[in-house]
């Protein structure tokens, strides 16, 4: 455990002699006491260290000394000697931190001004601080939409702390201080406010050059100030800057062009906004439903159709097999390529062979190779764990390949187990019956390990035809696979998960179509899906 001492330095600042501060971290206790100048820190009575204090009361810096007590850390900011802040330094950080705490602006450029007239020196975190308030602290997104929004009367300072920005700026570069990619994004909201959006787009690919790997949040100004002005056009610059870059668009800057586009974008610009709907498999809120409503109204109305609102856009469902009811329209199912399933294997093997235990997914793929090709891959351990804790239930495994072979008469499956849960030696005597079974029907692969990577690289090696079998949620295969979006759609159409009534497994079979934004063609209709497992039909 680490406990990061940073909003704590103001509270030891102001704590009288004799008190003591005390700070709970799960069950350790550390506390801060100040006796004759100094801050005595005690952690659960196994250390004790002592920081220096000015005589003013302000420390003159932090030690970089790290004290540990059982498993806790307790780590100070590292400050080497030419960083050390002096009194004066601190004293101005301290009443800008507090300002901005309490959002008062006015204050923090007083503040501020003052420091520099005074030739107080001021580092990085200090000039955060006020451009933080400077752009609209944690309401800046409200700001820029109140300051551009067509016939706002909102009371307009934007140009004022716009010109403030430039002379923290100057402050920058005069002292040598590094700007960062913070400073930055503060910079991008106060100029989106102040109605430039063509700087707030340029600081946000500046930072992304200076400071990778760029970040989304510095792009969101410059696209919410055109969403506020109903400026598709250059809220799409922004966009396509974002996707030249490689960033991932996710679900608030889709909403955010929609937004933008609503009123008058034409069908083709929109349609690309869809489009990125369906790849990333938004489920759309009740306020995007609204959105695309109105959209979609709004496009007939400018093609001077006499069509009524229930024929244009309607909330309906879909059957089992994905057709809509509104316009018989069917979903797909959008499935890993071929291509993709080998490019993820591969991914898959080449980092699992970089870890202690890689050798057996070649020992896996080789064994592949020379059997006949398997179609259904069973995590035996989730089975046989299933509903019963840490009791491994061997006929569980049973039962579920039985049921396999029922409802999949014509493919084969194959067990993966690690080798710990078939020494046959170890189990009751029809454990071991079932062990020696599934090897005699060849139903059966005993590794030594990597066990959860064998199950899934042979589902991926097969292809469309692959299935795994198991409730597992594959948190580590994601990470370790960089949440490739390959093996998201692998999941959710070739994951087979499951239940067990009593001793009967029950199949629980992925849907036979893809969960999102689609076009149908055969019924010329969009279809959407809602948080409350309604769809939107609506027709361009």
Partial sequence: KVLNITNLEERLFRLEEGNTLSVRVDSNIVNFTRKNGEILVEANKKWEETLRVGANGMPLYFSSTSW???????????????????????????????????????????????????????KEVALNSVMFLCSGGNNWENLIRQAN???????????????????????FQENGLQLNEVFLTSLARIKAKAGDGEKALQLAIDASTMFPPPRVRTFTPALVLHTARKDYENSFKVFNAMRQLGLAVGD????????????????????????????????LTDEAVVLITRYFLTNRKIKNLSTTKSEIVIKTTVDKNGVCIACNGKLTKFSPTAEESERVSSLLKDKILDKQQGWQIKKFAKFLSKSKPYDIFIDGANVALFGHGFDFRYEQILAMVREIERVFPNSRAL???????????????????????????NKLYVTSGADDWCWL??????????????????????????????????KRHHQIRFDFDGEKPILLLPEPYTKCTQYLADSDCWMFPIHNGEWLCAKP
């Fill in 415 to 441: 067990v993966v187990l690690h080798s710990l849960r078939t020494n046959v030696e170890r189990f009751p005597p029809s454990s071991a019956n079932v062990v020696e079974m599934l090897k005699k029907e």
């Fill in 68 to 122: 540990k007590f059982g498993d806790l850390t307790c780590k100070w900011p590292r400050l080497s000697n030419k960083n050390k802040l002096q009194p004066a330094t601190l004293q101005v950080t301290l009443k800008l931190m507090t300002q901005a705490k309490r959002n008062n602006v006015s204050e923090a450029i007083r503040i501020f001004t003052e420091a520099v007239a005074q030739k107080i020196p001021l």
């Fill in 252 to 283: 608030p800057e889709l909403f955010l062009m929609l937004e933008a586009c609503v009123d008058n974008a034409p069908y083709e610009k929109v349609k690309e906004i869809f489009e990125q709907l369906s790849n990333i498999e938004t489920i």
């Fill in 149 to 171: 929004s067509p016939n706002s009367d909102f009371p307009d300072d934007s140009q004022k702390l716009s010109e403030f920005s430039e002379f923290v700026v100057q402050h």
């Fill in 457 to 490: 690289y042979g589902a991926l090696q097969r292809g469309e035809g692959g299935w795994v079998v198991t409730n597992d949620e594959m948190g580590d295969h994601r990470v370790t696979l960089e949440n490739n979006p390959i093996l998201k759609k692998f």
